[in-house]
């Protein structure tokens, strides 16, 4: 098993390689306003979960549809990338954080007045 810091680090990678695909070489017009936030890796390295946002709210089935028809190609570029054993499964979810945090923001407003 990787140590915490190992697996951080490849982390890391993971996400500043995955955004560089999608800035240069991905050309889907579902992915256009898509922003990787952040990722997890299982400690077994066998499933990379990444975060992602959308400019436009409205859009972010249509990016993960994206996302996912354009997975095999991720993976594929990143093996010839990165020098791994074995590259892991990708799996995107939307980051709803802001979501939260402005339903969070909006519920303190209302107890404060």
Known sequence: MP???RLKRLADTFLREVSMLLLTDLEDP???GVTLTTVHLTKDLS???IYYVTTDRNKEKEALE????ASGFIRRELSKRMSLRMVPKLDFF???TDILQEQTDKLFTKEIE
């Open 3 to 5: 140590t915490d810091l």
């Open 30 to 32: 579902r992915l256009q």
């Open 47 to 49: 499933l990379l979960r």
């Open 66 to 69: 994206g996302l996912k028809k």
């Open 94 to 96: 939307f980051d709803e």
